[in-house]
């Protein structure tokens, strides 16, 4: 009866603290909005910050909380029921795997950042040299965000194995904290070294992305999951969250572009 009443106690404590992580992100999600519309206004260049921002966030929903994370974390809790090591070997394994996919795709994003911008530019922006140079500046800053939040969303789901919620939780807040503060600082910063402040929202990005990464990562070591070169990228573990990844990748594609 005791071990009943404490698990009902550790159940009623982790959905508060998750419901605290909640109101928190949605809060300062609020305040950023609210940032973004009275330091830059509802103009050209904050269209070219959405432009931009939206391209490495596709990519994201994509993969890093799409498809990926679906096909990863069964495979994970299963690998941790077999041995601590199994599990170990399968998160580096997918880590580097992450890495490479995503680091390319970021150095694409770069390569061909102006033909993104202009593939997915509204026409009346079409003739304005400024308004693309500004949104593939920005595009070209956010690239990497899409690795560094990939491998963030990757630690989510070994931390939620792991039964682990509210940490991975406040990478949202820290989001939101980090891109407030950079709103704040760095608009001054930028015009007094020549470029547009909208520019400090496309480096928050970027610091907010690398945030949640490092905020994650420390605990999932801490929790057994230390660096190792003991792996396998092609281990039967790994061809199963490809295959699934790459049925699920289809379906969620074809809803994230309709979106877009």
């Not at 909380?65 to 394994?93: C, D, H, N, T, Y």
């Not at 033909?115 to 956010?142: C, G, H, N, P, R």
């Not at 520019?199 to 610091?207: F, K, N, R």
């Amino acid at each position: 009866m005791e071990k009943t009443n404490n698990s009902k106690k550790s159940l009623y404590l982790s959905s508060l603290r998750m419901a605290i992580a909640t109101m928190m992100s949605r809060v300062l999600g609020l305040v950023r909005e609210q940032i973004i519309a009275a330091y830059f206004g509802a103009n050209q260049w904050t269209d070219a910050y959405l432009l931009a921002y939206r391209i490495p966030n596709l990519f994201r929903d994509l993969l890093a909380e799409g498809s990926f994370s679906v096909a990863f974390v069964p495979e994970f809790i299963e690998s941790i029921k077999k041995s601590q090591e199994s599990a170990r070997k399968l998160f580096w394994s997918n880590f580097l795997f992450l890495f490479i996919v995503t680091s390319v795709l970021s150095l694409l994003m770069i390569i061909f950042s102006k033909e993104l911008i202009t593939l997915f530019i509204s026409k009346k922006y079409l003739v304005s040299t400024e308004f693309v140079d500004a949104a593939q500046i920005m595009l070209i800053t956010m690239a990497f965000y899409l690795v560094f939040v990939s491998l963030a969303a990757l630690c989510m789901g070994a931390l939620n194995a792991k039964r682990v919620f509210f940490l991975p939780a406040m990478g949202a807040v820290l989001f939101n904290l980090i891109l407030i503060v950079t709103m704040l600082l760095f608009p001054k910063i930028l015009v007094s070294w020549g470029y547009r402040s909208i520019y400090a929202l496309s480096i928050g990005v970027l610091l907010a992305g690398i945030g949640q990464f490092l905020l994650q990562i420390p605990k999932v070591i801490q929790l057994g999951f230390k660096p190792t070169l003991k792996f396998n990228i092609f281990h039967s573990s790994n061809i199963k969250i490809l295959k699934a990844l790459g049925a699920g990748f289809v379906g969620f594609a074809s809803v994230q572009i309709n979106i877009l």
